[in-house]
């Protein structure tokens, strides 16, 4: 199933500001928030959908490749459900721990507990969140023409198999932080001259997370995490250029005590082709021919990104005269563009050496009026190549 557009989701044009954007989500996020809407999948799932959306187009980076690209910008072309790329891989943890930003709460606690009778118990305890990782992919024009899925090793903090990344070394000893009593966060009141003043911040003694852990992981030490290794498979779409950049949601290194794993940032890079130019989505290619061949004309056969086909040189091809084979060049990461074109440069090869006897008949030729070119024909020439350049 195919993902709705992020600016049809929260309802908000394309020139939407920040705040527009935030107050657009609040409302979504508002009308679809599980606890005013029990045992409803189909509001879980926009309450998920809304969250996926303003990740993205919160975010100036994201937003960007999102304007630029659609869902393929983000990586996995749009495929269904919010675990792919871009803003997908959000739990409701990890999106409660967001709207303290959104609704103005300090602490982190859930602002709609005050909306819909105490949030079903859900608190503002600090969720982990592992740190970004960053790799390069190198492509051929081939698998960038095409897309494809490349398996990569990459070394990166992994959740501890001990502890099941809970950091307590049987997976249960944990005790309820004393200074916070489970709920994360702390409040203070002090005295201002405007009257008394209520501040919450996060636990000091916990480090938000609402529980001490009694007896340490001896493997991770307590952190619920170690250095490893993990085989990922990356979908590169077609048409995707060099320095782009694509993330995989919750694909880096994983976090603390089973927190939000960071995301997988992949940089493109493309391997140089041997035959090739790539211009945006069009290909270029320099195809030689002989004196003979562009004064009488012939067939030749050209390579293509997909194999090679024969194109007819029309007899007076002049040396620059540009060939087009539309829909041979590079698909477009949009969809909607369709595939760019392989522009065919012919070029007219000048022997370096010669015989006595080809020199003697290319002087006959050469006093012929027919081996002359027509006054003007030069500047002719030179407008007609750049008209078969743009058309």
Sequence with gaps: MSKRDYYEILEVGKDATPDELKKAYRKQAIKFHPDKNPGKKDAEEKFKEAAEAYEVLSDQNKRQRYDQFGHAGMGN????????????????????????????????ND???????????????????????????KLTLEEIAHGVEKKIK?????????????????????????????SGHVSRV??????????????PNCGGEGQIITDKCTDCSGNGVIKGEEVISIQIPAGVSEGMQLSMGGKGNAAARGGVAGDLLIQIEEIRHAKFERDGNNLLYQHYITFSEAALGSNAEVPTIDGKVKVKIEPGTQSGK????????INSINAYEGKGDLLISIVIWTPKTLSKEEKNILEKLGNSENFKPAPGEHDKNIFSRMKDLFE
Excluded: W
């Design 190 to 203: 002090t005295s201002t001259f405007l009257g008394q003043m209520q501040t919450t911040q996060t636990c």
């Design 77 to 108: 072309g749009g495929g269904g459900g919010y675990g792919g790329f871009g803003g997908g891989g959000m739990s409701m943890e990890d999106i409660f721990s967001h709207f303290g930003d959104i609704f103005g709460n300090s602490g982190g």
């Design 111 to 137: 602002p709609f507990s005050s909306f819909f009778g105490g949030g079903g118990g859900r608190r503002g305890k600090t969720v982990n969140r592992g740190s970004n990782l960053r790799v390069k992919v």
């Design 322 to 329: 540009v060939l087009r084979l539309r829909g041979k060049g």
């Design 154 to 182: 990459v070394t990166k903090y992994i959740s501890c198999n001990t502890c099941k990344g809970t950091g307590a070394k049987d997976g249960s000893s944990f005790s309820t932080c004393s200074t916070c009593r489970g």
